[in-house]
């Protein structure tokens, strides 16, 4: 069984948005750090945002003032709001839950910025 599920990908022109959900399957994820992370073909995967159960986020610098991350109103759903995207920003996107000493990944989205 899939943890976490995400969706919303695709292919969009630099300078375009794109909003990714990602659902977690249990109850308990209410209580955990979500985030997102990226990976870039030949580099290595690095953290885009997170977010705490009480709302604290965290960007990593490139993407600070064009992304946003929040989670539902059910807490176990995160969404991460990109704006004014760049071709740099193409990357397998994975969700990411981390519970106590535990954590967990979705399977990842691809997101392609290109004209």
């Known amino acids: 069984q899939e943890l976490l599920v995400e969706s919303g990908g695709g292919l969009v022109q630099p300078g375009g948005s794109l909003t990714l959900s990602c659902a977690a399957s249990?109850?308990?994820?209410?209580?955990?750090?979500m985030g997102w992370y990226r990976q870039a073909p030949g580099k290595e995967r690095e953290l885009v945002a997170d977010i705490t159960s009480g709302g604290n986020r965290n960007y990593a610098d490139p993407v600070k003032g064009r992304f946003t991350i929040s989670r539902g109103i059910d807490k176990i759903t995160v969404y991460l709001q990109m704006n004014s995207l760049k071709p740099e920003d193409t990357a397998v996107y994975y969700c990411?839950?981390?519970?106590?000493?535990?954590?967990?990944w979705g399977k990842g989205t691809l997101v392609t910025v290109s004209s």
């Open positions: 249990r109850s308990t994820f209410s209580i955990s750090i």
């Open positions: 990411n839950a981390r519970l106590g000493a535990m954590e967990y």
